[in-house]
Structures are given as C-alpha cells and as structure tokens.
C-alpha cells in the first residue's frame, strides 16, 4: 500500500484532500473499492466517482477543483492528462 501523498509526488500531482489515505490499486470507477484509486478524464463522470467506493482519483486540471470544492469526503490528485 501507498499513501496518496507519496503517490502525487510520484507522479507530480497537485493533491486535494487526505495525504495519508492509504491506496493498494487502481481500477475503473465502477471497479474501484474502498482502496482502489480511480481517475476521472471529464467533469461529466464526476458523479459517478463521487458515487463509487473508490477514496481518490487522479483528474485532469481541465476539472476545477476550487469551484467543486471540497465537500465530498474524496481525494483528488490533479494532473495535465488523466488519461495519460
């Protein structure tokens, strides 16, 4: 297991959220389990990801983070390409 904090400067990611959530895979939205990360290429599958057990995803920085908020007990790590 990693935490998320290790895993955004891994990969040079702006963290939003809890730097100590501890991640052991990574899967689809609909996959993903209580510490499974994800990662969300458009803010249309936002809901989705908010709905799903996964803790965090890794978004695109084409998603606004500032207007979302922080309301949801989610992490994100922000990135140029999620899909990358």
């Given at each position: 297991m990693k935490q998320l904090?290790?895993?955004a400067e891994w990969i040079g990611a702006r963290l939003v959220g809890d730097t100590d959530q501890q991640i052991s895979g990574?899967?689809?939205?609909?996959?993903?389990?209580?510490?499974d990360i994800t990662f969300v290429a458009a803010e249309k599958?936002?809901?989705t990801f908010i709905a799903s057990d996964s803790p965090a995803a890794v978004v695109t920085?084409?998603?606004?983070?500032d207007r979302i908020g922080t309301k949801w007990s989610?992490?994100?790590l922000q990135v140029d390409d999620a899909e990358a």
């Open positions: 904090g290790e895993l990574a899967r689809t939205i609909l996959q993903a389990s209580k510490s599958h936002l809901r920085n084409k998603i606004d983070l989610k992490s994100f």
